[in-house]
């Protein structure tokens, strides 16, 4: 059994491990964010009143990294108009009304040679122009990940984890679509030139590790984790399955390694074989307010309210609407907020449920030292926290505040209730400002040395 050191084992809360994946229907009108992905937005290219298929490209980035963005239903562009994202950016939105037809773009073709005849950038080409993002949360361009990592990696492993509470999207992927997962895999490895590879599944998915063995080839390695939060984490993984520390500041591929996750390569899979690009996702929707709990296979740009309604709407007031797992996500405000390409789940948790085995007030750190001892970067957050607090931003980066991964082990294992990692989040945001605000000082500075030394060249 593979693991790493630190970590916890959180309440799993694995409702939905037994719903099958359920199509929801696309509703009347979805609304498309310019930008679901790391990296530059894309500008939209179509206008109010045009036509759209069912994949047709609606946004292309000008320049630099980004993902392009495909329509999810046929119908007619209704509007674009700026509105927040999950994380609270103002971003474009293309606002498509469906006309129920499901026409698709006549440019949705599988790739038109074997696997075995395409080339590395064959492969990163069909990727990209799917407009396929990592999928697990992170919503890294796909193609950007896996160009960085030909001729480096000679390890891929697929990250099937899923250790996020609540979150039963890839397991159900996993036993749904195996083959998927398995020929995904596939197309990366042609890519990356590789033989064999690995596909790290958490143990508390015995059903899912049985079939993915039955079903894979002998140089896809199938390896049991031990189930422990943050176990889906690239570091963690990397170090549990090949005994690798990533130095900060590094990518996995710097090691020899690149990791990709479950729904991301299925994703894969269709952009290769069907040539459909990233246009639905599955989605976890629970919680002790949703009245259905389910995985549902979603059109991207489905608004919440649209998606709870199809799960049975809420049957209590919610306290907190969260995008992602419990640890990780991000609370929601905007209930018309639309479902992205990172968008794992969707979970409304009562007053009730957000209170449980926690003090009603924060409390001072009564230095247990739990934190530290769980901490799967080996940091000390008690001391981050602190430093935070005071606003001692120098010290916070000297106890290394930037290797935090913002995996919430710390705040869920605090008995004081300190809110460990929002204080995490605003020293290392305050601290990349400054390192911004720095290096903006210094290109200004060079420039307008440049600048005089042009000019008293020029006298
Ligand atoms: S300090 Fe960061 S990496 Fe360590 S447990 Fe807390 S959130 Fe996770
Ligand atoms: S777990 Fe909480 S109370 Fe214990 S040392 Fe860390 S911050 Fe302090």
Known sequence: MYTFKGGTHVREYKNTDSAPIERMPAPPTVAIPMSQHIGAPCRPVVKPWDHVDYGQLIGEVEQGLGCPVHASVSGTVKKIETRLSAQGNPVEVVILENDGLYTKSDRIKPFPKPLEEATPDEIVEVIRSAGISGMGGATFPTYAKLKGAIGKADTLIINCAECEPFITANHRMMLEHP??????????MQALGLKRALIGV??????????????????????????KYPQGDERQLMYALLGKELPTGKLPADIGCVIFNAETVAAIWHAFFNGTPLCKRVVTVDGDCVGRPANVKVPLGTSYRDLIEYCGGLIKQPERIINGGPMMGNAQWDFNASITKGSSSILALSHEFCQKGHSSLPSACIRCGRCVKNCPMHLMPNMLVNFAMRRRWDDAAAYHVMSCVECGTCSYNCPGGMQIVQHIRVAKATIRAAQTAARMREAALEKEKKGEVASSERK
């Open 202 to 227: 958490e143990d508390n998915k015995p059903d899912a590790i049985a079939l993915l063995r039955e079903k894979a080839p002998t140089y896809i390695k199938i390896c049991t984790l031990k189930t």
């Open 179 to 188: 083959e998927r997962i398995i020929d995904g895999t596939r197309v990366l």
